[in-house]
């Protein structure tokens, strides 16, 4: 491999920062996963799975005070205050450089510094941007193996040029209390310290692809996006994709592998991505998403065979998971799958400790996650290492709200869609640290993973209507209403693809919806329900308006456009006052 002369000198200098007692160069070889892997084991960093079973793959456990994304840890280090905005946690660059270094120093003393090359995007696109990460973890070297196109490949993307990203990453001593994940845009920098867990340490996945990405995207005119990406075929051979936000553990894996229900026969899925995607105005005048990850990085409890069969299918080899259950044949188990006997003895919990089923404790932590290569999925999609990415159709903002948001909503135009995703309000999940079930603003799905201003970020949002001449629909959809019980009133996952179809088809005109104040909503009949144990009850309560609940919704939308201060474009506050006009006159 030609030598980088400017990654090699700040490899230097991060070494000098943290003392190592060795530096090692990752190439990205089968031979060097294998070595990394027994060294791993060794130290229990993993633990070896049922090799039978499951080839190739292995546990980890991280610290249980590490379990999950620290958003009240996570700083922007802009130069101007402003330009971190309302929703983010802001440190001055050189205070922020001046805490972690103190930090750092000597941090490695004893270890290893892992120096872990990356390629976000695939090979050959001249939309992939390359970044290299140094880390003292073995199982951070192993997921970004599985999550980026790793070693060489990255090297050999970047030449000799010193445009890449600069991450570092030490575990340091996994004290909550020096755990920092800060992002320097200005310096192309990302430091993390503190935390081996995925968002926080994968420098690649949420700092780089979205926050630095963001960074860049604004700049240069385009978006980086907490979005999946799929392709859907119908039987006559026609193929839409989309791309959709949904909040942290709020659905997109599952929808971009889904399996179609039973009675569509000759539909087929194509999966792109499951969680970001970098968009962008394409010759065509369309807009065009590739995913600029590897692998999928999911969340375990809740996927089974019924739920996401592809999922299944690709981490059944070559996988990490991460703080689940361990089995008596030493295969991995999570809440969702099918329970084992009630006192069945030999397993153990994500923590490692002796553990029965049906106890009444948790086998796995609720963000158990695995690792897996995308290259696996059973549904993936032939375009997506495509170095233009894929054409899009509709873009979907998803929540998840046991009240009030129906189950699906059409945008009027691009300026209500983009109000429509400004708006999007979800119940906190596990995926970050703090209480879970709370409603809290999250807009376009990536409140947690904004890097800049919100109000310049909406704003960039609607100045795609001047750069694009064909803009695709944008929707809302919920999946998570609940009945009177707390039970899921729509079926989701498979049958997901019925609300999608709708969606295709108005993008095609030929379905029908009715006009409410909240945009447009599938008449009864124009969803295909057939087959669905859903009766005409359920369907009002997922289709329903709820006038003074929204008439609500709509003043605390008002607060929240407040506290975003002089960034906040006035075309979405606009769309707010329209809104309550439309539910005042009926
Ligand atoms: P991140 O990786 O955190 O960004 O999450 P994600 O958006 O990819 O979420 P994922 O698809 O992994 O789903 C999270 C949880 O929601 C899992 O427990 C799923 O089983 C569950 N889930 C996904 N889709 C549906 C659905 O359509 N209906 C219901 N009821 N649950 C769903
Ligand atoms: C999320 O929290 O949205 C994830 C997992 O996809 S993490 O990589 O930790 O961000
Ligand atoms: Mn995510």
Same mark, same amino acid.
């Given at each position: 491999m030609k030598r980088n002369e400017a990654v090699e000198r700040w490899v230097a200098e991060m070494a000098a920062l943290t003392g190592p007692d060795r530096v090692v160069w990752c190439d990205g070889s089968e031979e060097e996963r294998r070595r990394l892997t027994q060294e791993a084991l060794?130290?229990?960093?993993?633990?070896?799975?049922?090799?039978?079973?499951?080839p190739g793959c292995y546990l980890h456990r991280s610290n249980p005070n590490d379990v999950a994304r620290t958003e009240q840890l996570t700083f922007l280090c802009t130069r101007r205050k402003e330009d971190a905005g309302s929703t983010n946690n802001w440190m001055a660059p050189a205070d922020a450089y001046a805490r972690l270094s103190g930090i750092y120093k000597g941090a490695l003393r004893g270890r290893t510094l892992y120096?872990?090359?990356?390629?976000? *995007?695939?090979?050959?696109?001249?939309?992939?941007?390359?970044?290299?990460?140094?880390?003292?973890s073995i199982y951070v070297v192993l997921s970004m193996r599985i999550m980026t196109r790793m070693g060489d490949a990255a090297l050999a993307e970047l030449g000799t040029g010193d445009r890449f990203v600069k991450c570092l990453h030490s575990l340091a001593d996994l004290n909550p209390e020096r755990r920092f994940i800060c992002h320097?845009?200005?310096?192309?920098?990302?430091?993390?310290?503190?935390?081996?867990?995925?968002?926080? %340490?994968?420098?690649?996945?949420?700092?780089?692809?979205?926050?630095?990405?963001?960074?860049?995207?604004?700049?240069?005119?385009?978006? %980086?996006?907490?979005?999946?990406?799929? *392709?859907?075929?119908?039987?006559?051979?026609?193929?839409?994709?989309?791309?959709?936000?949904?909040? #942290?553990?709020?659905?997109?894996?599952?929808?971009?592998?889904?399996?179609?229900?039973?009675?569509?026969?000759?539909?087929?899925?194509?999966?792109? *991505?499951?969680? !970001?995607?970098?968009?962008?105005?394409?010759?065509?005048?369309?807009?065009?998403?590739?995913?600029?990850?590897?692998?999928?990085?999911?969340?375990?409890?809740?996927?089974?065979?019924?739920?996401?069969?592809?999922?299944? *299918?690709?981490?059944? #080899?070559?996988s990490l998971f991460t703080n689940v259950a361990l089995t008596p044949d030493r295969t991995v188990w999570w809440e969702g799958m099918e329970e084992p006997k009630a006192g069945a003895v030999g397993y153990f919990d994500w923590q490692g400790r002796p553990w029965s089923p049906g106890s009444g404790t948790r086998g796995a932590h609720p963000n158990a996650r695995f690792t897996a290569p995308a290259r696996q999925c059973p549904s993936i999609s032939s375009q997506w290492e495509g170095p233009d990415?894929?054409?899009?159709?509709? !873009?979907?903002?998803?929540?998840?709200?046991?009240?009030?948001?129906?189950?699906?909503?059409?945008?009027?135009n691009w300026r209500h869609g983009v109000y429509l995703g400004a708006t999007i309000a979800s119940e906190t999940t596990a995926a970050a640290a703090g209480a879970?079930?709370?409603?809290?603003?999250?807009?376009?799905?990536?409140?947690?993973?904004?890097?800049?201003?919100?109000?310049?970020?909406?704003?960039?949002?609607?100045?795609?209507?001047?750069?694009?001449?064909?803009?695709?629909?944008?929707?809302?959809?919920?999946?998570?209403?609940?009945?009177?019980?707390?039970?899921?009133?729509?079926?989701?996952?498979?049958?997901?693809?019925?609300v999608l179809r709708w969606i295709l088809d108005r993008c095609e005109g030929d379905a029908k919806a009715t006009e409410t104040p909240l945009g447009n909503l599938p008449t009864p009949e124009a969803l295909d329900l057939a087959g669905l144990d859903l009766g005409p009850e359920s369907m009002k309560t997922l289709l329903e308006v709820d006038r003074p609940g929204w008439t609500e919704a709509a003043r605390q939308q008002e607060e929240f456009f407040q506290s975003i201060g002089p960034a906040m474009p006035r075309e979405l506050v606009e769309e707010k006052d329209a809104l309550v006009k439309r539910l005042g006159s009926a």
């Open positions: 060794g130290t229990g960093q993993l633990l070896e799975l049922n090799q039978e079973k499951l120096v872990v090359p990356f390629l976000m *995007g695939p090979r050959g696109s001249k939309f992939s941007k390359v970044g290299v990460q140094v880390t003292d320097f845009p200005e310096d192309y920098t990302i430091w993390s310290v503190g935390s081996g867990y995925g968002g926080n %340490a994968l420098l690649g996945k949420k700092c780089f692809a979205l926050r630095m990405a963001g960074w860049m995207g604004r700049q240069e005119g385009w978006l %980086a996006e907490h979005m999946l990406i799929v *392709g859907l075929e119908r039987p006559d051979g026609r193929l839409s994709y989309v791309a959709g936000a949904f909040p #942290s553990a709020c659905g997109k894996t599952n929808l971009a592998m889904l399996v179609p229900p039973a009675s569509y026969k000759g539909w087929k899925i194509h999966t792109v *991505g499951d969680d !970001i995607a970098w968009i962008r105005v394409g010759p065509d005048g369309r807009l065009w998403a590739i995913n600029p990850e590897a692998g999928f990085f999911g969340v375990a409890p809740g996927t089974n065979p019924k739920t996401n069969t592809n999922a299944m *299918g690709t981490f059944s #080899s070559n990415g894929v054409p899009l159709s509709a !873009i979907l903002f998803g929540c998840r709200r046991s009240r009030l948001a129906p189950l699906v909503v059409e945008s009027l879970v079930g709370v409603v809290r603003r999250d807009p376009m799905a990536n409140l947690p993973f904004l890097g800049y201003n919100v109000g310049d970020y909406f704003r960039h949002w609607l100045s795609m209507e001047t750069r694009c001449p064909k803009l695709p629909r944008i929707y809302r959809v919920n999946w998570f209403r609940v009945d009177g019980k707390g039970k899921f009133i729509w079926p989701g996952f498979g049958d997901n693809l019925r």
